[in-house]
């Protein structure tokens, strides 16, 4: 899935850094999930949280990694991850940007930076 030029998670705004409950985790892996080819074998890992309101809207951004099998059933590699959760909606759940290319990660990396979320480009391998 290929990211939009310039991830939209707020203009700018910082997030105050949040745990990530069980409950919230749930809400992300399940969302993430849902845009695997093979959803049951995505392997998680770094994920950081944060939460701001923006208009009077609560928002919970998530910033992380995830690796999944390809339709070719070969793990493709780490796919960085922007998320936003609105607690005040049901939990919604709505995905910004995900790829593996150099170029997604930079722009996912750089963004979660400046929200106050900064995931490493060398994260840990998350295959098996």
């Given at each position: 899935?290929?990211?939009?030029?310039?991830?939209?998670?707020?203009?700018?705004?910082?997030?105050?850094?949040?745990?990530?409950?069980?409950?919230?985790?749930?809400?992300?892996?399940?969302?993430?999930r849902q845009r695997l080819p093979d959803p049951?074998?995505?392997?998680?890992?770094?994920?950081?949280?944060?939460?701001?309101?923006?208009?009077?809207?609560?928002?919970?951004?998530?910033?992380?990694?995830?690796?999944?099998?390809?339709?070719?059933?070969?793990?493709?590699?780490?796919?960085?991850?922007?998320?936003?959760?609105?607690?005040?909606?049901?939990?919604?759940?709505?995905?910004?940007?995900?790829?593996?290319?150099?170029?997604?990660?930079?722009?996912?990396?750089?963004?979660?930076?400046?929200?106050?979320?900064?995931?490493?480009?060398?994260?840990?391998?998350?295959?098996?």
């Amino acid at each position: 899935m290929a990211a939009a030029p310039r991830p939209d998670v707020g203009g700018g705004q910082r997030v105050d850094p949040i745990p990530i409950p069980l409950a919230l985790e749930e809400i992300i892996t399940t969302g993430i999930r849902q845009r695997l080819p093979d959803p049951a074998s995505a392997r998680f890992g770094r994920m950081l949280a944060g939460e701001r309101t923006l208009s009077g809207r609560k928002e919970v951004v998530v910033c992380g990694f995830v690796n999944g099998k390809n339709p070719s059933g070969s793990y493709g590699g780490d796919q960085a991850f922007i998320a936003k959760i609105y607690p005040d909606s049901g939990s919604s759940f709505e995905l910004v940007a995900m790829g593996d290319a150099s170029e997604t990660r930079h722009i996912v990396g750089s963004t979660c930076s400046a929200a106050g979320l900064p995931i490493s480009e060398s994260n840990p391998k998350t295959s098996p």
